[in-house]
């Protein structure tokens, strides 16, 4: 974690968040898992403590902390949850289309800061799968109000969220990227949750499909310019979803490494007086693990660089971030499954959550796939969203 150069009173928040998540995310991770349900207790707790409020401005009651320390604070909960730290990463995300636009969002800025709002993105749509940044549903314009139909899939904390920051086309236009960004609250008629969440990996963090019916939201709930939602998707936004998804990515391959060492130091083969530890094929796996994710982690620090001073390669390297650590928790994980070997099948060791948990970040929108193509579009100087 030192990667991350807190400083004081940075790396005291951070202590902090460490001993809440040891002591009321951790207990729960297992359950959240079987069960596949919400991490209610492990969100209460951040709520309660002022976590919600990490990013917010201090004029809205927030701690005004920076992405470097959001980043920090989502690898410390992935370490004990996965799940509980992408509900937290996309609530991060939702406050940075909020802190966009707080002439708007002043309201929702305050109750995240006093732990009673949730936010989350719904971005993502049925039709358009996992290109997210080209909406099929096309907003309809009704005086001072916009009517909104579609489906929104994988939302996270679907019917959880107070707050969706929604994406639309813009009324009339005919160009794909011309996009509309609204805040829809929970309180708002006219949209439903579409079905329970099961899935392989990740499985407490609620990302069912959204459908909006109808779904009437003012025109003054706009988070940008009607039609001009990009720039604050890439710019505001995406540098938290990717970033934080590496973090995320980082914090579970941190886990698989604790978890691998402790089974490798502590297991013994009684008949020869010898641990696990003692066979070197097991010791070079555990090593790999651990220099990889220390990679990530490090290239993660050098994308909070370039985004604090950029340069003509950040965009690259906020697009890279992601891919790279959400691959390099996909092998870190396998590595920690196959040097456990039986053990690690079963539930006491956290390992199989954890290498279940690591494929989520890789498919996530945008998938690692799709990063690729961006960052190979980029150093073709191809335009990314052609």
Known sequence: MTLYRLDPAQQALLDRLGVLADAEIAPHAADVDDAGRFPSESMDALARDGFYGLTVPTEYGGLGQSLRVAAAAVDTIAQRCSSTAMVYLMHLCGVAAYNSNPAVSADQLRASAAGRHLATLAWSERGSRSHFWAPVSQEIEDGDDVILNGIK????SAGYANGYVTTTRLAGSDNPMAISLYMVLDTDPGFEIEGPWNAMGMRGNASAPMVLKEARVAKGRSLSERGKAMDTMMGAVLPMFSLGNAA???GTSEAAVQSTQRHLVNSKFAHLGQSLADLPNLRERLARMRICTDQARAYLA???DAIESPHPGTMLMVLGAKAQAAEAAI???????R???GAAFSKHLGLERQFRDARAMSVMAPTSDVLHDF????LCGMELFS
């Not at 092998?331 to 499954?337: K, N, P, Q, V, W």
């Not at 960052?375 to 980029?378: D, F």
């Open 153 to 156: 899939s994988w939302v996270t």
């Open 375 to 378: 960052v190979g579009k980029a």
């Open 339 to 341: 040097a456990c070997g």
């Open 302 to 304: 050098a994308t909070l």
């Open 331 to 337: 092998e870190i994980t396998d590595l920690g499954m």
């Open 248 to 250: 995320c990515s980082i």
